[in-house]
């Protein structure tokens, strides 16, 4: 219920965005605004392509111990699968062993008699074994149901090779005979995956006695950011299959410690840019097909997180160029976020929002102590990149408007005799007001790592919903020195997971709830999300931590 209202509320916000855009006149970025395009266009990375084949055929078997109240199990070898009949079993699931994105064809033949009508069939695409065993409909999802990766196929005559229009991402493929003639019997025999994606290789290893399961979660992580970066760093290759500005973030801090392909960031930060409002404030997300467009959603944190992104990408790449002309968007999200502040530089809850705040996805989770911390913190790493840039004289109210800012969090969001910031009219106690609050720096590393410890400690506490929750969670944790707890917490997450057969990491995990859907159905949650790679960045970036 909470969750249709919440998908009610983002889809009224996108609509009074939208009619305020055809209310816009000028753009501010009349002049830079095809350049930037171009450059998008020539930083667009090649694809690397390979042929996959399945490894071998599977079952899909209820189990109340397994996640999501499924798995699967071997049900026979892959050479058995060729030829063999479906006349006799009219199901048949083959399994690739690993999670791939692509083109996929497969070829059907007759058996014995030649076709004399055509040949229908369905074909499911799973990422993981609950998409082989619950049924689809009736569907209750606040997502489009066209997500879903099914297929009617009817071939006309056999031999016939059938290539799914769309692109898949799956690990599993369910292959369904509906409607076949009496007079001869088919098999497959050939299949096809052209997968793809811009990168092979880390180019970063671990240290040898890594313990094991950091090992997994590394190669799990690797391969989620390896499928996730296609001709843009995609936040999921099954859904939404676009560009959101907080999953690029994450991404581009991955990739700089693993495949170090800076020009797909580059692209991206000039794709959002290039497709900005004319006011200057930019789109949450982009999709890039038939022709790169943006969709009409703001989020205020994303929006702020782009300076951040743009500053990470000039100190790993060095890039002073791209960094310069991008300057002036980092400026004008300076300027959104700034509205939003009361005259003691608190975020202002009563003033009508036009935008979405994301953080999480998690119901119940009060927000404002978290956008306090988030634009403290973007705001001094936009100051940080103007000092860079030589720029810091337009940016130059910046250090004592954050000052100011972090004096109204302690005053108004800080519970003294509790140790922790506190957020909402309930006061309400979550992981994120915690994290946010330490990444701004509003107190003593060691007074935040308190508030953290007191939050984690506190099982009344509300805790994040989301990988993309807990990689902030681990952040604060490593910057206040605690980095022992930020171990433990990426075992239990993220090693939760792989424990419960993770390939790739999930959109949304909670431990304690596996159908858990922000979309009403768990059928529809991304089960290979860019957001959830960030253990590669931690454990390849702190081998303190994670590589002894
Ligand atoms: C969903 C996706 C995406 C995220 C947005 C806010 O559509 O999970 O990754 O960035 O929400």
């Known amino acids: ?108 033949d007759t058996l014995g008699n030649i076709s004399d009508a055509p040949v229908r069939f369905k074909l499911t695409f799973a990422e993981m074994p609950a998409e082989l065993g619950e049924p689809f409909d009736p569907y209750h999802g606040g997502l489009s149901r066209a997500w879903l990766q099914d297929e009617i196929v009817t071939l006309p005559y056999a031999p016939y090779t059938v290539t799914i229009p769309r692109r898949l991402a799956f690990r599993y ?64 290759p099954k859904r939404d299959m676009r560009l959101w500005i907080g999953d690029l973030y994450l991404e581009a801090l991955a990739n700089a410690y693993s495949y170090q392909n800076n020009a797909l960031t580059k692209r991206c930060l000039y794709l959002l840019a290039g497709l900005a409002k004319p006011s200057g404030i930019l789109s949450s997300n982009i999709s890039e097909v038939p022709t790169p467009r943006a969709q009409n959603s703001v989020t205020l944190d994303y929006c702020l997180l782009y300076n951040v992104v743009l500053h990470e990408y000039l100190k790993t790449s060095g890039d002073k160029e791209t960094a310069e002309d991008l ?51 973007a705001f001094n790493e936009t100051y940080q990149l103007a000092k860079l840039l030589g720029k810091e004289s337009e940016v130059k109210e910046l250090p004592r408007l954050i000052n100011k800012m972090k004096k109204a969090s302690r005053k108004y969001l800080y519970d003294k005799k509790q140790g922790v910031f506190v957020s909402g009219q309930d006061k309400q106690i979550s992981y994120l007001s915690q994290a946010w609050m330490a990444l701004s720096e509003t107190l003593s590393p060691k007074e935040c790592a308190k508030a953290l410890q007191t939050a984690i ?68 949650n991304s089960y290979c999300h860019a957001w959830s790679c960030t253990p590669v960045y931690f454990i390849n970036k702190y081998p303190d931590i994670f590589q002894k």
Not at 175 to 191: G, H, N, R
Request: proline share 4%; charged share 20%; glycine share 6%.
């Open 1 to 108: 219920m909470k969750n249709r209202l919440l998908i009610a509320i983002f889809s009224m916000l996108i609509f009074w965005g939208n009619n305020n855009i055809s209310a816009q006149v000028t753009d501010v970025y009349k002049q830079q605004r095809q350049q930037w395009l171009k450059k998008a266009a020539e930083a667009k990375p090649p694809l690397i392509k390979q042929i996959k084949k399945p490894i071998s055929l599977v079952k899909a078997v209820k189990d109340s111990s397994a996640y999501q109240g499924w798995k699967t199990v071997k049900a026979g070898d892959i050479n058995q699968f060729y030829r063999s009949s479906f006349k006799q079993n009219n199901v048949m699931i083959v399994d690739f062993g690993e999670h791939f994105t692509g083109t996929f064809s497969c070829t059907f």
């Open 173 to 236: 493929v369910k292959i369904e005979l509906l409607a076949a003639s009496s007079y001869f019997d088919v098999c497959v025999s050939d299949i096809n995956m052209e997968a793809t994606s811009c990168v092979q290789e880390s180019k970063l290893s671990l240290a040898p006695d890594t313990d094991p399961l950091i090992k997994e979660i590394n190669r799990v992580g690797l391969s989620t950011l390896k499928e996730c970066m296609q001709t843009v760093y995609e936040d999921g």
């Open 327 to 377: 300057w002036p968007v980092a400026v004008n999200q300076l300027l959104l976020a700034q509205e939003y502040l009361n005259n003691e530089g608190l975020y202002d809850t009563a003033k009508q929002p036009q935008y979405w705040l994301v953080f999480d996805w998690k119901d119940n989770f009060d927000r404002h102590a978290s956008i306090q911390g988030l634009m403290t913190f």
């Open 457 to 524: 400690q506190n099982p009344e506490a509300c805790y994040p919903g989301s990988p993309y929750g807990y990689h902030y969670v681990i952040e604060a944790l490593i910057k206040c020195g605690l980095g022992e707890t930020a171990r433990d917490m990426m075992i239990y997450y993220w090693g939760g997971m792989v424990k419960k057969g993770a390939d790739t990491f999930w959109e949304v995990y909670d431990p304690n709830d596996d159908c858990r859907s922000p979309y009403n159905s768990h059928l529809i």
